[in-house]
């Protein structure tokens, strides 16, 4: 599994994804080797024998067997699915009033990263041409994000379909034109998370790269304040598609709602 060699979980919600994960792999490993080890046990213990003749018993049905087929299949299914259906909807929450929001905007083959809130943005990504050579990492554009604050990711695209992947937070969200993604996770270990898109998006698809920061609050706020002093205040939006047409693609999105919140969550209950 990705992740940081000490353990320590890199958001609030990679230990439940982790868990899930591992958990399935470990029961399907289980089914797998009692699959086989029935396979190979029937077939040496009602294999051929040198003085066999004819056919064995043949039997038209075995209900017991048969129920046990159609039924333990089923189990295992509905019992996945449960517990996938409730990792998900604990990953898809999306709690009021988020610390921190950035709007992310993939374009090919680079990102253009705003911090909403302080109504400042990144300088405008580049794509990466050094992929695979020495240093090619420092020249990526960055997201910066604070330790210990909730953050809203809303996504968007200017041209073709993203995806949104930060490898060690175990998670990924598709982008799409004319459409509004989101998701919200709080970074709970400092580093430098390698980001990429997971979407096959056109010839250049392995330079779509980028960095993600975690720092503290105070190296955040000053991060914030050097980009202020750099003039990069306002917002990269979609409407700046490399088609340059006249209509502005946030005038046709249908956002990103609604969205899976607890007040929606106790609506679905009470039904």
Known sequence: MPGPADGQEVT????????????AWAILVIVGLIIWGLTIWSAIAYRRRKHDK????????????????????????????????????????????????????????????????????????????????????ESLPELWLPVGQSVEFRLDSRDVVHSFWVVDFLYKKDMMPGHTTSFQVTP???????????????????????????????????????????????????DLNRNEEEWSMRERSDDAGPRYTT????EETTK
């Open 188 to 238: 709970t270990r400092e580093g430098v998370y390698d980001g990429k898109c997971a979407e096959l998006c056109g010839e250049y698809h392995s330079d779509m790269l980028f960095n993600l920061v975690v720092v503290s609050p105070e190296e955040y706020e000053a991060h914030i304040q050097e980009l202020r002093d750099q003039g990069y205040e306002g917002q990269l939006g979609v």
């Open 12 to 23: 609030d919600q990679t230990e439940r994804i982790a868990g899930m994960w591992t958990g």
């Open 54 to 137: 004819g056919f064995p018993v043949q039997l038209r049905y075995h209900v017991p067997l048969e129920l046990m087929f159609t039924l333990v299949p089923v189990v295992m299914v509905l019992t996945f699915f449960y517990f996938t259906q409730q990792t998900t909807a604990e990953v898809e929450m999306h709690e009021p009033d988020p610390d921190i929001t950035v709007n992310v905007v993939a374009k090919q083959w680079s990102w253009d990263i705003n911090y909403v809130n302080e109504n400042v943005h990144e300088p405008a990504g580049v794509q990466s041409f050094a992929t695979g050579e020495p240093g090619a990492a």
């Open 263 to 266: 007040e929606t969550s106790t």
